[in-house]
């Protein structure tokens, strides 16, 4: 490969150009078909070749001399021998037989994440599950960090998988700009979290929609601490973070006090209103919710609260929640208020209005398209039913055995002797990362797979050299994506890095189940397979497509699945005939009240949303020790800590940048660009101030994605945000991540 040559490749952040030559990576470029390509691309080429690649297998010292028994608190500081691949997966699958035979394969934990490549084939959660499955099961997550108090709220709400309605009942772009006259956004709609989507978004198109609305007339309304999660044109709203469930229920006690709801559809399409009502308007509990209560709470003006309820209800109107609401202490409350406050207005199953959920969170949301079956690598039967929430892994390992609620289950903790991770940095995107490397300390033996010497592989005992997507072959294929990629391999893999699927193969023969495991296929065998069968299920829909060679050789086509003609009305069939389309609830309507929430019996959660005040907010005792709210969006320069290594390169791009409001800058002394130190009981981590208007004040914003790096004091050097987030789980219904529930206060470092 020393001739120099360009292809086009996809990623999660999109389709972009590839240069290599005398088997480098030596420069990127934009895919023509994208009108707003992402830069994160940039940072590719030097990423792939750099220093911090693991180039050969490589196990801790003390464990690798000791075994599982010694020196688990070495973790992190322990020196690592290299090996030979074969001795390597020797000992690898000696250990892996070791533990299902005392410990059964209960004791195995399967973690993965599903971004590590937007490859079909080569994805790492599908290759582990398939390979963990093939071995006898494993203890799996459920959900995801992203939406998990979502996925355990709407089913009860709307009665369906929330993923299935986000891509299939939500309003796309051309229905909101031809029918919505006002947006409403909780959280906004910010297009610097739509440079990505699960698979890939080659046509990145949220900014010029978000200016279409503006150009049109639109009205837009940006309810979120930070006024560019939505375009400036839009009214903002600076909502003090963990309040936006009062803000709703002011809203609703607008339109109930004022007869602006719609009775007749909450009649027909909705249960349980009078329950809430009595709670909305304090007969149930001495309160009325009215727009004076809110404002003690979110710090919007009674008049503001008043006047967005009238124009609520005299338009069409979308109301939109983004993901990050649901990443807090009770973050199931605002995803369920926001539907109840929809279906007040009557307007769900009409086109342009209603509810929607995660436009801007991924780039996916909102594209008109035609969804087709993906291309999927089968993952097998898990024999272990035993599972977990996914963000609640330090519970799982501190308190084996331990009882937790999850969604309306008593269920206990499994005892788990060994981590298998492939595809995922949870020393990243995990909360309060210092409870979770006292956590990491608990199993026997954890194994990964990476390209990079991330924290976790930092933290392994045995680490895997793994492939990244640009040394090896894939299809990309995305289902919010009309566009179809030959992912070709690039380079020759970098070192002694091998594809996952070669490392699994290797293991499951060693195990007795190498048959099981590839079906007698190479990597290639699997993707001509994946592909043939793609091509057999989209030809009942009327699409025909190239062979497999034809596909390589042109490198990509578009589907002819794109357009608004794809696209109909969300929920109208439910809307024109709740009893002949009924929703998947028990009483096949929205539940405002849910009898079978308020069976389970939790306080924070009874059968109707309500405001539970959080335990860190800025109306906390605890505001008086940490007086500044903490939230951690996604970063803007990568894919969480994706391509880490090369961006904390950059002169003065470490450690992150932190985002707050001049007057609390002044008020500390802090000017733009000092380094400062953000800390409260939990850590501390470095940050570089950016100072300005543009965050209401007493918030302050860290973006996730540094890698971990504490000093011997447990200060974080990169400034990773998450050393300083709350590990609780959101509530007792979906146990998901609360990192938007964390206080803090910022000093500025004497020498800055």
Same mark, same amino acid.
């Given at each position: 490969?020393?001739?120099?040559?360009?292809?086009?490749?996809?990623?999660?952040?999109?389709?972009?150009?590839?240069?290599?030559?005398?088997?480098?990576?030596?420069?990127?470029?934009p895919?023509?078909a994208?009108?707003?390509?992402?830069?994160?691309?940039?940072?590719?080429?030097?990423?792939?070749?750099?220093?911090?690649?693991?180039?050969?297998?490589?196990?801790?010292?003390?464990?690798?001399?000791?075994?599982?028994?010694?020196?688990?608190?070495?973790?992190?500081?322990?020196?690592?021998?290299?090996?030979?691949?074969?001795?390597?997966?020797?000992?690898?699958?000696?250990?892996?037989?070791?533990?299902?035979?005392?410990?059964?394969?209960?004791?195995?934990?399967?973690? !993965?994440y599903?971004?590590?490549?937007?490859?079909?084939?080569?994805?790492?959660?599908?290759?582990?599950?398939?390979?963990?499955?093939?071995?006898?099961?494993?203890? !799996?997550?459920?959900? !995801?960090?992203?939406?998990?108090?979502?996925?355990?709220?709407?089913?009860?709400?709307?009665?369906?998988?929330?993923?299935k309605?986000?891509?299939?009942?939500?309003?796309?772009?051309?229905?909101?700009?031809?029918?919505?006259?006002?947006?409403?956004?909780?959280?906004?709609?910010?297009?610097?979290?739509?440079q990505?989507?699960?698979?890939?978004?080659?046509?990145?198109e949220?900014?010029?929609?978000?200016?279409?609305?503006?150009?049109?007339?639109?009205?837009?309304?940006?309810?979120?601490?930070q006024?560019?999660?939505?375009?400036?044109?839009?009214?903002?709203?600076?909502?003090?973070?963990?309040?936006?469930?009062?803000?709703?229920?002011?809203?609703?006690?607008?339109?109930?006090?004022?007869?602006?709801?719609?009775?007749?559809?909450?009649?027909?399409?909705?249960?349980?209103?009078?329950?809430?009502?009595?709670?909305?308007?304090?007969?149930?509990?001495?309160?009325?919710?009215?727009?004076?209560?809110?404002?003690?709470l979110?710090?919007?003006?009674?008049?503001?609260?008043?006047?967005?309820?009238?124009?609520?209800?005299?338009?069409?109107?979308?109301?939109?929640?983004?993901?990050?609401?649901?990443?807090?202490?009770?973050?199931?409350?605002?995803?369920?208020?926001?539907?109840?406050?929809?279906?007040?207005?009557?307007?769900?199953?009409?086109?342009?209005?209603?509810?929607?959920?995660?436009?801007?969170?991924?780039?996916?949301?909102?594209?008109?398209?035609?969804r087709?079956?993906?291309?999927?690598?089968?993952?097998?039967?898990?024999?272990?039913?035993?599972?977990?929430?996914?963000?609640?892994?330090?519970?799982?390992?501190?308190?084996?055995?331990?009882?937790?609620?999850?969604?309306?289950?008593?269920?206990?903790?499994?005892?788990?002797?060994?981590?298998?991770?492939?595809?995922?940095?949870?020393f990243?995107?995990?909360?309060?990362?210092?409870?979770?490397?006292?956590?990491?300390?608990?199993?026997?033996?954890?194994?990964?797979?990476?390209?990079?010497?991330?924290?976790?592989?930092?933290?392994?005992?045995?680490?895997?050299?793994?492939?990244?997507?640009?040394?090896?072959?894939?299809?990309?294929?995305?289902?919010?994506?009309?566009?179809?990629?030959?992912?070709?391999?690039?380079?020759?893999?970098?070192?002694?890095?091998?594809?996952?699927?070669?490392?699994?193969?290797?293991?499951?023969?060693?195990?007795?189940?190498?048959?099981?495991?590839?079906?007698?296929?190479?990597a290639?065998?699997?993707?001509?397979?994946?592909?043939d069968?793609?091509?057999?299920?989209?030809?009942?829909?009327?699409?025909?497509?190239?062979?497999?060679?034809?596909?390589?050789?042109?490198?990509?086509?578009?589907?002819?699945?794109?357009?608004?003609?794809?696209?109909?009305?969300?929920?109208?069939?439910?809307?024109?005939?709740?009893?002949?389309?009924?929703?998947?609830?028990?009483?096949?309507?929205?539940?405002?009240?849910?009898?079978t929430?308020?069976?389970?019996?939790?306080?924070?959660?009874?059968?109707?949303?309500?405001?539970?005040?959080?335990?860190?907010?800025?109306?906390?005792?605890?505001?008086?020790?940490?007086?500044?709210?903490?939230?951690?969006?996604?970063?803007?320069?990568?894919?969480?800590?994706?391509?880490?290594?090369?961006?904390?390169?950059?002169?003065?791009?470490?450690? !992150?940048?932190?985002?707050?409001?001049?007057s609390?800058?002044?008020?500390?002394?802090?000017?733009?660009?000092?380094?400062?130190?953000?800390?409260?009981?939990?850590?501390?981590?470095?940050?570089?101030?950016?100072?300005?208007?543009?965050?209401?004040?007493s918030?302050?914003?860290?973006?996730?994605?540094?890698?971990?790096?504490?000093?011997?004091?447990?200060?974080?050097?990169?400034?990773?945000?998450?050393?300083?987030?709350?590990?609780?789980?959101?509530?007792?219904?979906?146990?998901?991540?609360?990192?938007?529930?964390?206080?803090?206060?910022?000093?500025?470092?004497?020498?800055?």
């Amino acid at each position: 490969m020393s001739a120099r040559q360009t292809k086009v490749t996809s990623s999660h952040w999109g389709a972009f150009k590839v240069t290599t030559e005398n088997g480098r990576i030596v420069s990127v470029g934009p895919f023509e078909a994208d009108p707003n390509p992402s830069a994160i691309p940039h940072a590719v080429p030097s990423a792939v070749h750099h220093r911090t690649r693991v180039a050969r297998p490589s196990f801790r010292r003390d464990w690798l001399e000791g075994g599982p028994e010694r020196a688990r608190s070495e973790r992190g500081n322990d020196e690592y021998i290299e090996l030979p691949w074969d001795e390597a997966l020797d000992i690898t699958a000696a250990e892996l037989d070791r533990v299902r035979k005392e410990h059964g394969n209960g004791a195995i934990f399967g973690g !993965s994440y599903g971004w590590a490549s937007a490859g079909r084939f080569h994805h790492a959660l599908s290759q582990i599950h398939r390979f963990l499955n093939s071995i006898g099961g494993y203890v !799996s997550s459920y959900a !995801s960090y992203s939406t998990a108090a979502a996925q355990a709220i709407i089913p009860h709400v709307l009665g369906m998988n929330f993923l299935k309605f986000t891509w299939g009942e939500q309003n796309s772009w051309p229905m909101i700009a031809e029918h919505t006259e006002l947006l409403v956004m909780f959280g906004g709609i910010n297009p610097k979290n739509a440079q990505v989507s699960m698979g890939g978004v080659t046509r990145h198109e949220t900014t010029g929609w978000l200016k279409t609305f503006s150009d049109g007339g639109m009205g837009l309304v940006n309810i979120s601490p930070q006024r560019g999660d939505a375009p400036d044109e839009a009214e903002w709203l600076p909502i003090i973070p963990g309040s936006d469930t009062a803000l709703m229920l002011a809203l609703a006690h607008v339109l109930e006090t004022q007869d602006l709801c719609d009775r007749q559809f909450l009649d027909t399409h909705a249960v349980g209103y009078d329950v809430f009502r009595r709670y909305l308007t304090g007969e149930s509990d001495g309160q009325p919710k009215t727009p004076e209560w809110a404002d003690g709470l979110c710090g919007i003006a009674p008049a503001v609260i008043r006047d967005l309820a009238c124009k609520m209800a005299a338009k069409r109107t979308l109301i939109t929640v983004a993901w990050s609401l649901q990443r807090a202490q009770n973050g199931e409350q605002p995803f369920w208020m926001a539907a109840t406050l929809a279906a007040m207005l009557g307007q769900i199953g009409l086109p342009g209005g209603g509810i929607g959920y995660g436009y801007g969170a991924i780039g996916g949301v909102g594209v008109p398209i035609k969804r087709l079956d993906g291309i999927t690598l089968p993952q097998g039967t898990n024999p272990i039913e035993d599972f977990i929430p996914v963000a609640r892994i330090a519970d799982m390992l501190l308190s084996p055995g331990g009882r937790y609620d999850f969604n309306g289950q008593a269920r206990r903790y499994p005892d788990i002797k060994l981590v298998y991770w492939c595809g995922g940095n949870p020393f990243h995107h995990h909360q309060d990362l210092n409870r979770l490397a006292n956590a990491w300390m608990q199993p026997d033996t954890i194994i990964v797979h990476e390209p990079w010497w991330t924290p976790t592989a930092k933290r392994a005992d045995i680490v895997l050299p793994a492939t990244t997507p640009y040394e090896r072959e894939d299809i990309g294929r995305a289902p919010s994506d009309s566009f179809l990629f030959h992912m070709p391999k690039l380079i020759d893999p970098i070192a002694e890095a091998r594809n996952d699927y070669d490392i699994f193969s290797a293991l499951a023969k060693r195990l007795g189940c190498g048959d099981d495991f590839t079906e007698g296929r190479d990597a290639e065998g699997w993707l001509r397979h994946l592909f043939d069968r793609f091509r057999q299920n989209v030809s009942a829909d009327g699409i025909e497509l190239p062979s497999y060679d034809e596909l390589r050789d042109r490198n990509w086509i578009e589907l002819p699945i794109a357009g608004a003609e794809h696209c109909g009305t969300p929920l109208k069939a439910f809307r024109d005939d709740p009893e002949a389309a009924p929703l998947g609830t028990p009483s096949g309507k929205i539940e405002i009240f849910s009898q079978t929430i308020d069976g389970f019996g939790y306080k924070e959660t009874p059968g109707h949303p309500v405001w539970c005040t959080p335990d860190e907010w800025l109306g906390a005792g605890a505001a008086k020790q940490y007086p500044l709210h903490l939230v951690s969006p996604q970063p803007a320069d990568k894919l969480h800590s994706q391509l880490e290594a090369a961006l904390a390169d950059i002169p003065d791009a470490r450690p !992150s940048p932190v985002l707050i409001n001049a007057s609390d800058a002044a008020h500390r002394n802090i000017t733009d660009g000092d380094v400062v130190r953000v800390f409260n009981g939990r850590g501390s981590c470095l940050a570089r101030a950016v100072v300005g208007d543009r965050i209401r004040d007493s918030v302050i914003a860290v973006p996730t994605g540094a890698w971990y790096d504490p000093d011997e004091a447990g200060n974080d050097q990169q400034g990773n945000p998450n050393i300083l987030t709350r590990d609780i789980g959101t509530s007792r219904i979906g146990q998901g991540s609360s990192a938007h529930t964390t206080l803090v206060e910022v000093e500025k470092l004497a020498d800055s």
